[in-house]
């Protein structure tokens, strides 16, 4: 799951210019909402759902979130 997630990262920053295609990703789902938020005042469009992943760290399963976004 580690490496979807870093593969949206990536895809993110390196693959597509002038911010087209952005992606929200924090363990915390305010800061999240928040980036979504942003994002769509500034004219950008959801591409699909929320996502929800676990990633153990320390015997702990921790939750990751992420929403990709579109430049409309």
């Known amino acids: 799951m580690k ?9 993110s920053i390196n693959a597509f210019t002038a911010e087209r295609y952005v992606v929200c990703a924090d ?13 769509l005042d500034a004219g950008y469009k959801t591409l699909s759902g929320l996502h929800a992943v ?3 760290d320390n015997d702990l399963h921790l939750p990751n979130y992420f929403q ?5």
């Open 27 to 39: 363990r915390k789902l305010n800061v999240v909402t928040k980036c979504v938020n942003d994002y």
């Open 54 to 56: 676990t990633t153990m």
């Open 3 to 11: 490496y979807l997630l870093t593969i949206f990262l990536l895809l």
């Open 68 to 72: 990709a976004l579109l430049k409309k």
